[in-house]
Every structure is written in C-alpha cells, then in structure tokens.
Nanobody, 116 residues
Framework: QVQLVESGGGFVQAGGSLRLSCSAS????????MGWYRQAPGKEREFVEG????????YSADSVKGRFTISRDNAKNTVYLQMNSLKPEDKAIYYC?????????WGKGTLVTVSS
C-alpha cells in the first residue's frame, strides 16, 4: 500500500502562483510514475502533469504547458507542482496520482481557487 498526502492548495488571484506538494509513504520502492490530475466543478477529472520516477521525463496537458511545472525529490518521495500565471479556469480540486507495482493510488485532493 501507498499513502499520499497533498498540501499547498489555497486561494490566489489570477496571475498568481501556488506550489502543490505530494508526499508518498509506504511501499514507495515500486513507484513508476507520479503526477497531478484536477477536477473542476461539474467536469470530469483530467490529467495535468506527470513525471517518470526513474528518468524524470515529464508530461503536460496542453492547457497548462508553459505555466505549470512538475518536479520530484526521489529521496523524499515527493512530487511538486509549481503553478504560475494561474487563471480562473484552473480552479479545481487537484489530486496527486501515483502508479506503483501496477496499482494506481490517489490522494484526497487539495482545493485551488483562482479569482478573476
């Protein structure tokens, strides 16, 4: 089992920045990928950013390219999401996602609110 704990959500004005963190604990030796998804009110959950745990390759949704950056600290089993130039449409609950040993794990989510 793997446990995920997110932090860093909050309220920000449009154009501002936030940094989300997600720390993994438990059977972390088998982590393959970590990333972030988000779900806005009335919409389906969507992929935001992902990172390969071993090689560090990153993947971004078109909607956040150039504004969001994902990074990792393998020693701390932590992944970060730096969000710049936030827009009102970025408002959502952001979920940490991890794949380890062929199993997917999800955090409980952290709310990001962006005012116009």
């Amino acid at each position: 089992q793997v446990q995920l704990v997110e932090s860093g959500g909050g309220f920000v004005q449009a154009g501002g920045s936030l940094r989300l963190s997600c720390s993994a604990s438990g059977r972390t030796f088998s982590i393959r990928d970590m990333g972030w998804y988000r779900q806005a009110p009335g919409k389906e959950r969507e992929f935001v950013e992902g990172i390969s745990w071993s090689g560090g390759s990153t993947y971004s949704a078109d909607s956040v390219k150039g504004r969001f950056t994902i990074s990792r600290d393998n020693a701390k089993n932590t992944v970060y999401l730096q969000m710049n130039s936030l827009k009102p449409e970025d408002k959502a609950i952001y979920y940490c996602h991890l794949e380890a040993g062929g199993v997917e794990y999800w955090g409980k989510g952290t709310l990001v609110t962006v005012s116009s």
